[in-house]
């Protein structure tokens, strides 16, 4: 599913980059049928403090991803050294803003630090209470 067949989608991941969306929304489709599309939450949709707008028709299906600060960083830092993206203040940032988005919008979602990509899938099953569909 891509970002413009939200319409189609089970469940859409949300969260800031290399928190784990796509490999949960590639571990769902392919273990369990899942129906799964995600957003990034870009530096300019964090900035405004609001869900963007292309995912205000889908509310119901959210489900945010977020990670430990420290873990982001050292996630970051080694994909691309010394950035703006990999620097620690952009991590704490980012995350606060994500997260703050997701507490307002009253957004499920879940840390994915010390999880793998199984567990992360099954904890969103459960969590909103979506089915294997094969």
């Known amino acids: 599913v891509t970002s413009k067949n939200f319409d189609e989608a089970d469940v859409i991941l949300i969260g800031v980059s290399r928190v784990g969306k796509t490999p949960t929304c590639l571990y769902l489709a392919i273990n ?9 939450l870009a530096e300019t949709d964090l900035k405004h403090d609001k869900l963007p707008k292309a995912l205000v028709p889908h509310h ?12 982001l960083h050292f996630i970051r830092t ?4 010394n950035t ?4 620690i203040s952009t991590c704490t940032s980012e995350i606060a803003a994500a997260e703050h988005i997701m507490q307002v919008y009253d957004i499920p979602y879940l840390n994915t630090s010390r999880r793998s990509i199984e567990e992360i899938a099954v904890a969103i099953m459960q969590s ?7």
């Open 78 to 81: 080694n994909r691309l050294p």
């Open 60 to 71: 119901g299906k959210l489900f945010g991803l977020t990670i430990d600060v420290d873990r």
């Open 128 to 134: 909103i209470n979506l089915h294997r569909k094969f």
């Open 84 to 87: 703006e993206y990999a620097k």
């Open 32 to 40: 369990y049928g899942i129906k799964a599309a995600n957003y990034p």
